[in-house]
């Protein structure tokens, strides 16, 4: 029972670099969200999907580019790295539909930007 | 656009105490969610409340929903180190989209 896995687990880029975190879930969910999690705060909603084929814009996109081509991969890919994407990133799926909208998560990605 | 207000922001407390969280959330909403992160780990879901008046427990805590003055309680009782955790609301928006409180960081302390 994996649930939601991500990777990698840390990394650190340099300014100007680009890079892809992964994300794969086996519970057959529609939906697919990122977040990033800034130290003492809340979670920031970066993109999400409703389905293959399907993304939208959170609270924060600006920097992030995303794809969703299955309904088990929701990519995320920073392609110009900057300090102040500095975070730790989380991947999370939940169902679809009006009912209660539970979600799970990854593991977690710290990501460092220098 | 919605906001939304956790307090306290953290928490020291003794075990055996009792005590309790605030989220409070700026419009109308009748869908809020908690969720519990260890240091360093990844978010677990605790509880789900969706409709006005809606109360969940599990072991010792209990969470309540009063969405005419848009408020949750996460309430701790009798108080054990293994709650030790940051705990966060998380109130759905007119889109769907969760909004997050910046989170209660609870010590509680033998």
């Known amino acids: 029972n994996a649930g939601v896995t991500q990777t990698p687990k840390f990394r650190i880029l340099k300014i100007g670099q680009s890079m892809t975190l992964q994300c794969t879930q086996d519970?057959?969910?529609?939906?697919m969200y990122w977040y990033r999690q800034d130290p003492g705060m809340g979670l920031k909603l970066i993109y999400y999907?409703?389905?293959?084929?399907?993304?939208d814009k959170g609270e924060v996109p600006n920097g992030y580019n995303v794809s969703r081509s299955t309904t088990e991969d929701f990519p995320l890919r920073l392609e110009l790295a900057a300090p102040s994407q500095t975070s730790v990133y989380f991947c999370?799926?939940?169902?679809?539909?009006?009912?209660?909208?539970?979600?799970?998560f990854g593991s977690g990605t710290q990501l460092s930007v220098l | 656009e919605l906001k939304v207000e956790q307090n306290p922001l953290f928490l020291s407390m003794q075990e055996g105490k009792n005590y309790t969280i605030y989220c409070n959330y700026s419009?109308?909403?009748?869908?809020l969610y908690w969720y519990r992160q260890d240091p360093g780990k990844s978010l677990e879901s605790l509880f789900v409340?969706?409709?006005n008046g809606a109360v969940k427990q599990e072991g010792r805590l209990m969470a309540s929903l009063d969405t005419k003055a848009r408020l949750s309680t996460l309430h701790i009782t009798a108080a054990v180190h293994d709650l030790s955790a940051t705990y966060f609301c998380?109130?759905?928006?007119?889109?769907?989209?969760?909004?997050w409180g910046a989170g209660t960081k609870l010590i509680i302390k033998p």
């Open positions: 999370a799926s939940s169902t679809s539909g009006t009912g209660a909208r539970k979600l799970f």
């Open positions: 519970m057959n969910h529609n939906y």
């Open positions: 999907s409703v389905g293959a084929g399907i993304t």
């Open positions: 419009t109308t909403s009748d869908r």
């Open positions: 409340l969706l409709s």
């Open positions: 998380a109130v759905e928006n007119s889109n769907y989209q969760l909004i």
